[in-house]
């Protein structure tokens, strides 16, 4: 429940939400769009702090920890790209604009985590296998403040940002319609509890992985 519950929730007021006049129908997919980034966002922090801990204390929850999330912000960076790609379709003509700074540094982030999870794969030594890869969840979330602010150091068919903006915190005005917003910081709110949902899922998944290394019959068949 409470992974479905959320979930439902979201895709119903992402279709039935408002939308802005001006960019027709098609804007509702930003209560896809813009959520899934900003959880895949968290997901990897997560991941890089967990990682830390990991690299320094050497307790396998902590690595349990850095892959859950690192494994849902994949989801959710592969949602966001197809979200956009078909958003961009729709509003740009094109599906995928290759000078476009943001859209490539998405795609690298995502191919940095996918990296991160396949890098496990290799190495049926656990302990060493959690220490290489908490190199990649460390200095992963380093793309991060480059992709959100690619948009203003770069020229970019992507607007910049609309709620954290310089110019709305100034002036105080609501950076959209009441409605718009409230729907989309409900997205937000409804994507994270998803995301918790997966994210303890996948802990759980490698929680056992560490049982079974860690336990000295599982580890004599290795």
């Known amino acids: 429940m409470m992974l479905y519950g959320p979930l ?26 813009v959520p899934t980034v900003w959880v895949a966002y968290l997901g990897y922090t ?4 967990y990682s830390v801990l990991y690299f320094f204390t050497k307790k396998q929850k902590y690595d349990s920890l850095a892959v859950a999330n690192a494994k849902s912000g994949v989801i ?33 982030l995502l191919l940095v985590y996918l990296g991160y999870i396949a890098s ?16 990649i969840g460390i200095f992963g ?21 609309s709620i954290l903006s310089q110019e709305t915190v100034a002036s105080g005005d609501a ?4 409605d718009i917003l409230t729907t989309l910081l409900i997205s ?18 490698n929680d ?3 049982d079974d290394y860690l336990n000295p019959k599982s580890r004599a068949k290795i």
């Open 188 to 205: 937000v709110l409804l994507v994270t509890l998803v995301h918790i949902f997966l994210s303890k899922k996948f802990r759980i998944s």
């Open 208 to 210: 056992i992985l560490w």
């Open 76 to 108: 959710f960076t592969i949602v966001t790209l197809l979200a956009g790609s078909y958003w961009g379709k729709q509003t740009w003509g094109t599906w995928w604009v290759w000078g476009d700074a943001r859209l490539n540094l998405t795609a690298i």
């Open 141 to 161: 979330v380093i793309q991060i403040p480059i992709l959100h602010f690619s948009v203003i150091w770069w020229r970019s068919v992507h607007q910049q940002a």
């Open 175 to 178: 950076p959209m319609s009441v």
């Open 46 to 49: 997560l991941t890089f702090i």
């Open 8 to 33: 439902a929730v979201w895709l119903l007021i992402s279709f039935f939400g408002p939308y802005d006049v001006t960019q027709g129908i098609y804007s509702k997919l930003l209560y896809i769009h």
């Open 120 to 135: 496990r794969q290799f190495n049926k030594d656990l302990a060493k296998t959690a220490k290489n890869s908490s190199f």
